[in-house]
C-alpha cells in the first residue's frame, strides 16, 4: 500500500511558477514510479509528468517539456513539480499517482492523492 498527499496548488497569474509537492509513504513505495496528472473541468484526466524513484527517468507530456520539470527527494519521501510559464490552460485540479511503470496512461496508476488546486489567471 502507498499513500501519497499533494500539497502546493493556488492562484497565480498568467507566467508564473508553482511547485507541487506530493509526499509518499508505504513500505514498498520505492517500487513505485510517482507520476503527475491534471484534470480540468469537462475534460479527461491527462498525463503531466512522471519520475521513477531513482529519479533516473522522466517523462512528460509533450506540451509541458521545458515548462514543467520534475524531480523528487528520497530523504524526504518527496516528488516535485515545478511549473514555470503558466498559463490559463493550466487551470486544473492535479493528481499525484504511484503506479509500478512509468506510463501515461492513468489506468495504470494504483494509488491515488485527492488533488491539489491550481487556478491560473490572465
Known amino acids: 500500500q502507498v499513500h501519497v498527499v499533494e500539497s502546493g496548488g493556488g492562484l497565480v497569474e498568467a507566467g508564473g511558477s508553482l511547485r507541487l509537492s506530493c509526499v509518499a509513504s508505504g513500505r514498498t513505495f520505492s517500487d513505485y514510479v510517482l507520476g503527475w496528472f491534471r484534470q480540468a473541468p469537462g475534460k479527461e484526466r491527462e498525463f503531466v509528468a512522471a519520475?521513477?524513484?531513482?529519479?533516473?527517468?522522466?517523462h512528460f507530456k509533450d506540451s509541458m517539456n521545458g515548462r514543467f520539470t520534475i524531480s523528487r527527494d528520497n530523504a524526504k519521501n518527496t516528488v516535485y513539480l515545478q511549473m514555470n510559464t503558466l498559463k490559463p490552460e493550466d487551470t486544473a485540479l492535479y493528481y499525484c499517482?504511484?503506479?509500478?511503470?512509468?506510463?501515461?496512461?492513468?489506468?495504470?496508476?494504483?494509488?491515488w492523492g485527492q488533488g491539489t488546486q491550481v487556478t491560473v489567471s490572465s
Open positions: 519520475i521513477t524513484w531513482s529519479g533516473s527517468t522522466t
Open positions: 499517482a504511484a503506479g509500478r511503470y512509468l506510463l501515461t496512461d492513468s489506468h495504470e496508476y494504483t494509488y
